[in-house]
């Protein structure tokens, strides 16, 4: 079993839609969060970032994180086109490990038509 | 000017030829990563870096060996290139101490092996 496990899609969604994004994982050593944009031949850019439980906001985007059920969740509302993407979560252990090691998602890759 | 280049981004080799793929970086980090990208799996590991004298190997670095010149270049090399290495391949770079978490990736080099 992968560390982090994120349903690669492909999801295909109407301009305007709510897209929700989600990762699950196994080691309840992760603290930090992150979301990844990755445009078509492009390197992945971050784009949400959260410390342990909680909700973040940013924009049209919101990062959710439920450590009793190792269960992260990116919220996109009001998609646009631009927003098509792959979607990739990356998480990692205590600050400071000396490991300091990402763990991503597969990636989900996300259509939003006009 | 990017903060993290790769070169080359794109590379054709046959089987059986050494090739290298170089990573520079202006952001200052001591950390830097490769990783390889293939369809339906995800980024995966290939070595780690947290400063000029210190190499760690990922999760899949047989085939591979790495370079750390100086702070900011990172060298991967594939001393035998084999057709089952071709995939998309990043260089990433991330700070230590606050926001060590977060890594900034190259745009990417893509490699076909024939």
């Known amino acids: 079993q992968k560390e982090v496990e994120q349903d690669p899609g492909p999801l295909s969604v109407p301009e305007g839609a709510i897209v929700s994004l989600n990762c699950t994982y196994s080691n309840s050593a992760f603290q930090y969060f992150m979301w990844y944009r990755q445009y078509s031949r492009k390197g992945p850019e971050l784009l949400m970032y959260t410390y342990s439980s909680g909700n973040k906001e940013d924009g049209r985007f919101t990062a959710q994180v439920d450590k009793s059920s190792k269960y992260i969740s990116l919220f996109i509302r009001d998609s646009q086109p631009s927003d098509s993407a792959t979607y990739l979560c990356?998480?990692?252990?205590?600050?400071?490990?000396?490991?300091?090691?990402?763990?991503f998602g597969r990636g989900t890759q996300l259509t939003v038509w006009p | 000017d990017a903060d993290v280049t790769q070169t080359p981004r794109n590379r054709i080799t046959k089987t059986g030829k050494r090739i290298m793929l170089e990573c520079s970086q202006t952001?200052?980090?001591?950390?830097m990563y490769w990783y390889r990208q293939d369809p339906g799996l995800g980024l995966r590991l290939i070595y780690y870096s947290f400063d000029v004298k210190d190499i760690n190997k990922g999760e899949i670095s047989d085939g591979y060996s790495v370079s750390r010149q100086a702070q900011a270049k990172f060298s991967l090399s594939l001393e035998s290139a084999i057709p089952n290495q071709t995939a998309l391949y990043f260089c990433?770079?991330?700070?230590?101490?606050?926001?060590?978490?977060?890594?900034?990736f190259g745009p990417g080099t893509r490699l076909l092996v024939l």
């Open positions: 990356a998480m990692s252990a205590n600050r400071g490990s000396t490991l300091g090691r990402l763990y």
């Open positions: 952001k200052g980090h001591d950390r």
């Open positions: 990433a770079t991330s700070g230590s101490g606050t926001g060590e978490e977060t890594q900034y």
